[in-house]
């Protein structure tokens, strides 16, 4: 970046120790002392303005027509930039300037020669490099620029040291994510909650507004001087967002500069399980004295009918049969090609996780269940969650539907004693059909698990399910004997509710509420 007197330097010059040639052999031109400003730059960065070079004559002497000298940086020169201006006493101070790969090159035509007073010399600026496609895009690497010169024969151009470095590579921004501590559920998605994201410069100026780049290369004169057209920006994605969901931003704030414009949109809806949501904001004033700090705010939960924004009440949206992380990545953009100015390659400067999300799920547990030895089991699975017409709309549960997985741990009778609990075998699992809301699912152990005895659970992707077992010798018609057992609600590592009834969520989501529904069998 440019060596601006407001720009962070190393804060040591990097002084190439130059003594005046108090006796030059007399073929020699001139001698030039060197120094330089290293900057630091953003490894991201395809378009870093690096550290200015100021080259002086100590003793003077002439340039011969037919010479030039020449700038190597140790980064490709990203776009056409730079800017080289003749300082103190030239006879001439008449040069043309060409650039290609990763030089600059100062040429003195043929019929023109240049006699510099003590202490004359060139200052080469606003020169960009394409960091991010160099060998030394790695934090805390050094770029250098190695000086040369050419002349006509018996004539001479020579550097005390050939060797100034120019920038010094940083990454650029530390951040912090501050989720969202209770998990969402897809029967019942809570209004908008706030989640941020702190983010932090881990040097001055890792962003940069437009002002800030066009102050660091305002003058270029090497023909065809290309002028920045944008700043840097902040891109936040959030991936894995399900269906149904969507996010809504408030920008930016902090106490002090950096200040940001409004970003791209300040609410994106997902219309399918996995969508990917993204916002940039784009900086518009920024301190290029101090490492700046500053905090997103983000806003989660299910879109209203429209599509347009965030319901104004806990709505539910689609089941995920399983559960969602939302994941936010952030990264310095824009992203763009070398030639775009301002532009940094693909890059992740912080990722992770500011919410997640749910399927409602009771676990059911039948402590017997049978088909050995003459004996069959009815199975019952009611979804309770229709009881408006009963409980009255404030304390109704929401309504829901998916399937349940039942699961069989069985244990052979054949092998039981009085001293033996019987020879375990493999569990095994059937998946019903998805029960509706107010419907009962019915199956029998003959049909389900047939020959079989042990205990089985039944998962249910939806809240407020209830089951019940009925065990016959034979078919209910001839039966002779009977019993019946309600299944047991299991409550899961985390427990929660829904409206005023209590209900059991996901396994491993976290929430703030602590009963579950059991009626007290």
Known sequence: MQAKNFRTSLGTVALVLGVALLASPAFAQVAFTATSFAQNVRVEGQNETVGAIPLTSSGGGTIASGSSVIVTYGAPIAVTSGSVVATGTHSNGVFALTEGGSSLSIGFSSGTQDILSAGAGFAISQVRLNVAGSSFATPGAAINATLSGTAPSGQQI????????????????????????NAFTTCSVATGQTFTIDVTEKFPAALTSLSDEQGFTPSGNVPGSVSPTQGSSIVVAFSGVPNGMGISTSGAASTAPPSFGAPTSAFQASTANGSTLTFSFPVTNTSTAIAEKFTLTFNVGATNSAGTGLNGSAASIPVLNGTASLNATVSLGPVAATSSVISFVANTQ??????????????????????????????????????????GTSNAATAGSGTCVLTLYPTDLTTQTASAAGTQANASQLTTPSITSGAVYTTAMSTAFPGQSGYMFAVCRFLDAHGFSYVT???SSTATISQGLLALVIPSANLGTSGSRTNVIPVNLTTTVTTYESLGH
């Open 473 to 475: 010798n034979g078919p």
């Open 158 to 181: 020579t550097f005390t040291t050939s060797t100034v470095q120019v920038a010094l590579v940083n990454s650029s921004l530390s951040v912090k994510f501050n989720g969202l501590s």
């Open 350 to 391: 912080a990722s992770g996780t500011v919410a997640t999300v749910g399927d409602c799920v009771t676990n059911l547990l039948f402590p017997f269940v049978t088909n050995q030895f003459g004996f069959d089991t009815s199975l019952q699975i009611a979804n309770t969650t229709l009881d408006k017409p009963a409980l």
